[in-house]
């Protein structure tokens, strides 16, 4: 947008204050009598229609037309001053139209011209007494011009903000650095899970409960946060009256099971699920009428949780768009070269001689389909986050499956899980530690058999991976992929332990979500007994 | 198969990938009752190909540079369902097995798989073009059904896949052939299918449930 715009735009603005500056000044002047500020006040209106009708040329450029007019101005009130300072008043509407058209650029452009029009006009011309008074008229209506240009200029800059694309990208600019800064500031940070763990505790401090569970609400249906502790039972009722809470939006009781609502201006944010202690022997309505203020207590916290989840998205959203991105480079590129070198290797295969050669070729060929297989899982996965719809007990089947076949190593897989499921984003980083455990324990360990067991009753959940190797022969414990499983398990809140195991030979990797929970979880579970035969 | 009365198996290979290309059909060349018809990088030059040799078997990749190899095989089996039709990919995913049993393919092989199962499957699409052979389709078929993500219509999965792309309304009418305001209806739909508001995260949503898994239009 250039100032030529800007001018155009504000013409109807401009052309009025002039207008209203003329019939200002006209009346005390003709009130007076004296026919020199008369005269001042038609030449003045002379000026500004001059000026209006030069605002209609787009041909003549904004900036000089805005000197000369100021400076017509200034002159016309400076040669009046001998006889009255009546025209004083005038010096603030160039400074304004100027602060609206060009913004303050233009303001101190004018008010330049003005000053130094005044200075040259007044000083020498002996007719003009300059005393105090004079000077203070000056300056006060200078001043005067100065806000009215400084008002104009807002307007202009605002006006300039709002209707260009830029203007929209700078905003959105001004807000993430903004909340970049916040987000380092944030006392309890933007963590959801952290948060949660601190509703948790806050209502604990309130109400008698345990099994206190957060779940949140997206698109189709709630999940549940995995902070928390939780209680085995009837998962049912429990997403019953998670339902029921999110429908009403307010407070629920059956029996011992309660749920209530944060909420926010917004609306309701998540729903807290728990269980009464059964020595909390308060009637039903008194309970509901707890929980509902408890409710409203926590509206601070809901905020903060609010927060975070709409943060998590933002991430989320970033993150997507470059897993996308890397997955069509994959695609494209590598995988599809190695597919290729795969039909090659094919065709060696073929020209093999010697049975020994065959082997190799074929032992090549079986490599080489392995890695353009976990490509092509790459590929998708990239594309989907854990878009498995198996469980992760499922997933670590088969993939213990797959490197079974693969090895010859017998590998044993218990299962023990609810429906519930863990976040997908949980559940891939439980899969990938589980996948590292049984390459490491098939390639260094020189076991001749794996166990993993996997129990999951969100948020409690427990993978262990155990081999019957030499064991860990020390110096493992700094090793890249040691690394990685512990940063994968520190990611999602979990605890991880690789050792020897006692009295035996041999490793386990074990890696645990809310161990606190471990006993509540596995009350109904199998029974965790892996000792070798 | 080796037959010497029998003319030879006449076959197509479409693939935008030259190395994949030439790879494949050297396996196929190496066998003795199959002669490689014709090559082709692209939609466009297939089916110009496949008009002219008329072959057995088309072998085609799933993503092409104008388009999907699924264009390939409802273009032909509209008319023709005598011509073998594998879908040869390095997508993995339930949804393109299913897309491509639906479009009518004989069969369906990763690019992970050696070339020999390659040839047989289409071997095995020359003798019987209307089955669908496929590794993972009995487990595919048991997933779907304990699917309860959001059913999308076909158009509404172009459209989405045009959005992970990160195509704009205006793109996305071009591409489909649309017009905007019908975009529009179409992504106002999804958000509601997914529970979005926005298109990161529709995206988000659609990543998570796997619905993403469509080849990407070009």
């Known amino acids: ?533 | 198969m080796s037959d010497e009365t029998r003319s030879p198996l006449r076959v197509v290979l479409v693939d935008d990938h030259e190395l994949i290309r030439t790879g494949l059909s050297r396996a196929f060349e190496r066998e003795a009752d199959i002669t490689v018809a014709g090559l082709a990088g692209s939609v466009g030059q297939a089916l110009q190909v496949i008009a002219e040799q008329r072959p057995d078997v088309v072998v085609t990749d799933l993503q092409l540079p104008d388009g999907t190899g699924l264009d390939i095989v409802k273009t032909i089996r509209q008319r023709n369902d005598r011509m073998g039709l594998v879908v040869l990919t390095m997508h993995s995913g339930d949804d393109h097995i299913f897309a491509a049993m639906e479009a009518g393919a004989s069969a369906f092989v990763g690019k992970d798989a050696p070339s020999r199962e390659v040839v047989s499957a289409a071997r095995h699409s020359a003798i019987s073009p209307r089955t669908f052979l496929c590794s993972g389709l009995a487990g595919a078929m048991m997933r779907r059904a304990n699917d309860d993500r959001p059913r999308l219509s076909e158009r509404e999965k172009e459209v989405l896949d045009l959005l992970a792309e990160g195509l704009g309304t205006a793109q996305i009418a071009g591409r489909l052939y649309m017009s905007e305001s019908t975009v529009k209806t179409h992504i106002a739909k999804l958000y509601q299918k997914l529970g979005a508001t926005n298109r990161a995260q529709a995206l988000v949503t659609a990543m998570r449930t796997g619905l993403l898994s469509a080849v990407n239009p070009s």
């Open chain 1, 1 to 533: 947008m250039t100032d030529l715009d800007d001018r155009a735009r504000y013409a109807s603005v401009t052309a009025g204050a002039r207008v209203f500056a003329l019939l200002m000044l006209a009346l005390p002047v003709a009130v007076d009598g004296s026919i020199g500020p008369i005269l001042s006040v038609v030449l003045l209106a002379a000026v500004w229609l001059a000026a209006v009708f030069v605002d209609g040329f787009a041909r003549v450029p904004v900036m000089p037309a805005l000197v000369v007019e100021a400076s017509a101005v200034a002159l016309l009130a400076a040669l009046t001053l001998a006889e009255s300072p009546v025209l004083l008043p005038a010096l603030g509407v160039p400074l304004f139209i100027a602060g609206l058209v060009r913004g303050s650029r233009g303001l101190l452009e004018v008010l330049g011209a003005e000053a130094m029009v005044l200075l040259a006009a007044t000083v020498p011309n002996d007719s003009i007494r300059v005393d105090l008074a004079l000077l203070s008229s000056v300056f006060t209506w200078l001043m005067v011009g100065i806000g009215l240009g400084a008002i104009g200029a807002v307007v202009h800059n605002l006006r300039r903000e709002q209707t260009t694309t830029a203007g929209s990208y700078r905003e959105a600019r001004a807000l993430i650095t903004r909340l970049l800064d916040l987000s380092g500031d944030l006392v309890d940070g933007l963590d959801p899970l952290g948060i949660a763990q601190n509703v948790i505790d806050l209502v604990k401090e309130e109400v008698p409960v345990s099994g206190a569970v957060i779940f949140t609400h997206d698109g189709h249906g709630f999940t549940p946060l995995l902070e928390g502790d939780v209680r085995v039972g009837d998962d049912g009722l429990r997403d019953g009256l998670v339902a029921q809470v999110l429908r009403d939006g307010r407070a629920v009781v059956q029996g011992s099971d309660v749920a209530f609502p944060l909420v926010t201006e917004a609306g309701l944010v998540a729903v807290v699920q728990a269980t009464m202690h059964p020595a909390f022997g308060q009637p039903r309505t008194a309970t509901l009428a707890a929980l509902n203020a408890l409710s409203r207590r926590l509206t601070p916290e809901a905020v903060q949780l609010d927060t975070a989840l709409l943060f998590a998205t933002i991430q989320a959203g970033a993150t997507a768009e470059e897993r996308q991105r890397l997955a069509r480079d994959l695609h494209d590129g590598i995988a599809q070269d190695l597919a290729a070198f795969g039909y090659l290797i094919d065709g060696v295969e073929d020209l093999a001689e010697t049975p020994a050669q065959v082997e190799a070729a074929e032992e090549l060929r079986e490599e080489l389909s392995r890695v353009v297989t976990e490509l092509r899982r790459a590929i998708f996965g990239l594309r989907n986050e854990a878009a498995s719809t198996l469980s992760l007990g499922e997933s670590v089947q088969a993939m213990a499956d797959h490197i079974s076949s693969r090895t010859g190593l017998p590998i044993e897989v218990t299962l023990d899980e609810g429906e519930a499921r863990l976040r997908s984003d949980v559940e891939t980083e439980l899969l990938r530690i589980v996948q590292e455990g049984m390459n490491n324990a098939v390639k260094h360990a020189r076991a001749t058999r794996i166990r993993v067991a996997c129990v999951v009753h969100p948020p409690y959940a427990r993978v262990r991976v155990i081999d019957n190797g030499r064991g860990l022969q020390g110096a493992r414990d700094d090793s890249h992929g040691l690394r990685i499983m512990r940063e994968r398990a520190r990611r999602i809140g979990g605890t991880l332990e690789l050792r020897d195991r006692e009295g035996r030979s041999g490793t386990e990797l074990s890696v645990e979500l809310n161990r606190g929970q471990r006993s509540q979880a596995l009350t109904s579970a199998t029974q965790w007994r892996y000792d070798d035969e």
